[in-house]
């Protein structure tokens, strides 16, 4: 029987540096030394587990002072450079040194294995259990990482390294390393020992202490090169408003109904022949696709009644040309102009320069977090935008069960199968342009007119769900958006 100590790195970084080695060389330490591994565990004892029993611990640790067999994951050494004043630096004379931060690159699921040929007696086993779940690090402090006694583990695309004795002969080209261990019998004390107070005292390395040489008798296989992240990935484009005055949220409807205008230009500069498309939600005949709420929705993000900020979401995720063209956008503008309202008599100015708006690409990714104030989890949702209902109800209707009605149906469109319970909400929702102007400016009938009463709504819902929440008319321009609360 076999004692394995088992380290994965969630950041997937192992920094350490060997003992004699300057940072700047770039070297990292693996296998992991003895001495490393007995200083990490006794720290541990000392500062998160000080209950242990210390005749327990000191066993434990002598028992573990023998030199461990090592299983390395697959991995690639990577580093990042940093630069900081040194005492030359002057406001004119601008000198700097450079410091190299060396780090091994695991897969953040791999296991790093310590293996000891003995077997422990109970009281160590659960001492030793203790201390890995206690171990917050292994290395530096950037190595963050976590530890665990395993029962039965093998090795699995892992380099194996095996500690060899003096009288041993290495082959001319097997690949070998040298680590720092502890003497044997270990002397706990020595476990304290400072690198400052070492060379302070004209030592090469601690004393009780010694280097033992490692051999690699068995090669992982080399990782394949990581591929780049398909662009389909990317669920959500978010962009903030670049300019300083920002204009009011309740116009929020007119921008993103540019905003979509602006990424359908972008694309149809990127295609030579109509394509399905998720940023127009229509297939490849040209046809809507309105029934599963699959394709883009253009919403607002405000704050304090200004409108801060505009997202692109996308369910099923926006990839290839179209991500492209949504990332390419840098200001909104209307390409109408002036016309005379024959239904009001008077003129409605609709020209370019009022709709104009800077904007920039502030993220891309997943929606939980590009625009997290949109995606949040819970059983009550609120109205940030009015919710309009795609039906008119009758006079024989009740307004708060119809819009409870609404409400199911809209969630029932987008597969959502919480029971919602709805409460109306104060609030001014006729202030808030609920038309497109681009539709009304081509006299669409259906989105080009704002006749439809509104109500701002809170829902709770019988289970907590996940957003965005988009519902009702114009829902793919945010109008009916809810924040979770």
């Not at 990292?28 to 591994?37: C, I, M, T």
């Not at 109970?122 to 976590?146: H, I, N, W």
């Not at 004209?202 to 490692?214: K, S």
Request: charged share 25%; proline share 8%; glycine share 6%.
């Amino acid at each position: 029987m076999t004692t394995t100590l088992a380290f994965s790195f969630p950041w997937g970084r192992y920094h350490a540096t060997p003992w004699g080695r300057h940072v700047n060389e770039g070297a990292v330490e693996l296998p992991p030394s003895p001495w490393r591994l007995l200083r990490a565990l006794y720290t541990v004892w000392h500062t998160r587990v000080p209950d242990l029993d210390t005749d327990t611990v000191h066993a434990l640790l002598g028992t573990l002072a023998v030199p461990p067999m090592v299983h390395v994951p697959p991995h690639t050494i990577a580093h990042t450079r940093h630069y900081y004043p040194d005492t030359q630096h002057t406001e004119i004379n601008l000198s700097v040194d450079q410091t190299l931060d060396t780090f091994a690159v695991f897969d953040r699921h791999a296991e790093l294995a310590v293996q000891w040929p003995q077997t422990l007696p109970e009281t160590q086993f659960d001492a030793l259990s203790k201390l890995a779940t206690s171990m917050p690090y292994l290395g530096r402090a950037d190595s963050v990482c976590e530890a665990r006694v395993a029962k039965e583990w093998q090795p699995d695309r892992h380099d194996t390294w095996v500690p060899v004795d003096v009288a041993e002969t290495v082959h001319p080209e097997a690949e070998a390393t040298t680590v720092l261990a502890p003497e044997l019998p270990l002397v706990t004390e020595s476990l304290v020992a400072r690198p400052m107070d070492v060379r302070k005292g004209g030592l090469l390395f601690p004393a009780g202490t010694r280097f033992v040489g490692y051999q690699r008798a068995r090669s992982a296989p080399k990782p394949r090169p990581r591929r780049p992240a398909r662009k389909h990935s990317v669920t959500t484009v978010r962009f903030d408003v670049a300019q300083p005055a920002a204009p009011k949220q309740t116009e929020a409807l007119a921008y993103t109904d540019l905003l979509r205008q602006a990424a359908l230009s972008q694309l149809g500069a990127r295609r030579e022949r109509p394509e399905a498309t998720v940023l127009g939600g229509k297939h490849a005949d040209a046809r809507a696709s309105r029934t599963d709420h699959r394709h883009a929705h253009y919403l607002p993000i405000t704050k304090a009644g200004r409108l801060t900020g505009l997202v692109v979401w996308a369910p099923d995720g926006v990839g290839g040309e179209e991500l492209d063209a949504v990332s390419a956008i840098r200001s909104l503008r209307s390409g109408m102009r002036k016309r005379q309202s024959h239904d009001e008599g008077n003129d409605e100015d609709v020209g370019s320069e009022r709709w104009r708006l800077t904007v920039r690409v502030a993220g891309t990714g997943p929606v939980e977090t590009v625009a997290p104030e949109l995606a949040g989890t819970s059983r009550i949702w609120c109205s940030l935008t009015p919710f309009t209902p795609s039906r008119y109800a009758k006079k024989r209707h009740d307004w708060q069960r119809f819009l409870r009605a609404e409400v199911e149906r809209e969630l029932s469109y987008r597969g959502i199968d919480a029971r919602p319970q709805v409460e109306l909400v104060d609030g001014n929702w006729a202030a808030y342009r609920r038309y497109r102007p681009s539709a009304r400016m081509r006299q669409d009938r259906v989105h080009g007119q704002a006749t439809r009463p509104s109500a701002f709504l809170r829902i709770h819902f019988d289970r907590a769900i996940g957003g965005p929440l988009a519902l009702g008319h114009l829902s793919h321009f945010g109008l009916g958006l809810f924040v979770p609360e």
